[in-house]
């Protein structure tokens, strides 16, 4: 059986050593990158099976950005992502993140927030809401968050689950 094949874009050189590591370990064939364009460039090329992206990089929101190429780009639709972030991600058990989302932005508690993540615990759908330089709500889906700083038991799972349903 082929092993997964796993893309990881941190512009920190020490979060990809010890993700490379903890997948390597796992028996993951791992491909890096430090920014947005070498991660674009190497998705395209080497095809992963999954990728585990940073937020903030070059910018605040380089992670975002990518995150949404993997949704837009023919070339690289369909490879799950999986956002690494501090973050708190908002749970729900609607499966309708996006809308849920938008109520959030509605609510005058997390009105002014600049990034909502946001995770149904029912389906694992998820993604994120982020407030551009413009001022406008950027929705971008993804298939799941990573908690930093990495830690090898909550890693694992995620990426096990997102590799199984790809593959399934």
């Known amino acids: 059986m082929k092993k997964a094949k796993i893309l990881v874009v941190d512009d920190d050189l020490d979060v990809i050593t010890v993700l490379e590591q903890i997948l390597t370990k796992e028996g993951y064939e791992v491909v890096s ?7 674009i460039e190497l998705a395209i090329k080497e095809k992963p099976d999954l990728a585990i992206l940073d937020v903030m990089m070059t910018t605040h929101y380089e992670g975002f950005e990518m995150a949404r190429e993997f949704v837009d780009n023919p070339a690289l639709k369909g490879i799950p992502t999986l956002m690494e972030t501090s973050i708190e991600v908002l749970m729900t058990t609607k ?6 989302a938008r109520e959030f932005r509605n ?10 993540l946001i995770r149904d615990i029912v389906t694992g759908n998820s993604g994120i809401d982020y407030r551009a330089e413009d001022g406008r709500s950027v929705w971008v889906p993804v298939d799941g968050f990573i908690r930093k700083p990495v ?8 990426v096990e689950r997102l590799l ?4 399934a």
């Open 95 to 100: 499966p309708s993140v996006q809308a849920m």
């Open 164 to 167: 199984h349903k790809s593959m």
């Open 107 to 116: 609510d005058p508690n997390y009105k002014e927030l600049q990034v909502i």
């Open 151 to 158: 830690d090898k038991a909550r890693v694992l799972p995620e």
């Open 33 to 39: 990158a430090f920014n947005k364009k070498e991660g």
